[in-house]
């Protein structure tokens, strides 16, 4: 059973910091991660994907991947109130069609 | 406006009925998918086509019924062979098989 684990949280920040949230999965042969965002009562809205181990930046955001330990993370900088919502990390093999979902973290920033 | 809809936005089940939740894509997607989000859980996946006229089960397909015979529609049927059906289902599709997903506004069902 493919599992993807991330912290449910909440986690708090102050507004202006930098929210790290975390991802870990458990298939080896996963190819291609992505994070999603969803505010309460609303559907998930893809933030950015990442394929190669390293960072990758878009805007306010960097998603690290870490393929030996098989782990994801995805950082928001200068963090704002309208940043609080569950952070969805989806993870896809090389060979399946599908994805697999976390939990999520929620995250809470506080003006 | 290219996107994905779904309707109705709640959805009320009598005992013993079986519903019909709708999803429409304009963005001409081959893949489509059907998701259940419990509360404070991650999405699961109920079915998902790749191409029209073709479609297979996820995890969590029992009690649940759908048909792709139109690329742009992907209606999911919950029976009532499914005893817990309140949840929040959400459609999505991507444009091939492994290329990232995109979510519908989702269809909240609820058990009268």
């Known amino acids: 059973q493919k599992e993807v684990e991330q912290n449910s949280g909440p986690l708090s920040v102050p507004e202006g910091a930098i929210a790290s949230l975390n991802c870990t999965y458990s298939d080896r042969g996963s190819q291609s991660f992505f994070w999603y965002r969803q505010y309460s009562g609303k559907s998930p809205e893809l933030i950015m994907f990442i394929y190669s181990n390293g960072d990758k930046e878009d805007g306010r955001f960097t998603a690290q991947l870490n393929k030996a330990s098989q782990y994801v993370s995805l950082l928001i900088r200068d963090s704002q109130p309208s940043d609080s919502a569950t952070y969805l990390c989806a993870v896809r093999d090389n060979y399946g069609q599908n994805f697999v979902f976390g939990p999520g973290t929620r995250l809470s920033v506080l003006p | 406006d290219g996107g994905i809809t779904q309707s109705p936005k709640y959805l009320f089940r009598k005992e013993g009925q079986n519903v019909t939740l709708s999803c429409e894509q304009n963005?001409?997607?081959?893949?489509m998918y059907w998701y259940r989000q419990d509360p404070g859980q991650g999405l699961r996946l109920i079915y998902y086509?790749?191409?029209?006229?073709?479609?297979q089960k996820g995890d969590i397909a029992e009690g649940y019924s759908v048909s792709r015979e139109k690329k742009e529609s992907f209606p999911l049927t919950v029976t009532s062979a499914q005893k817990n059906p309140t949840a929040f289902y959400l459609c999505?599709?991507?444009?091939?098989?492994?290329?990232?997903?995109?979510f519908g506004p989702g269809t909240r069902l609820l058990v009268l």
């Open positions: 086509s790749q191409i029209v006229n073709d479609f």
């Open positions: 999505a599709s991507s444009k091939g098989a492994r290329e990232t997903q995109y």
């Open positions: 963005l001409n997607h081959d893949a």
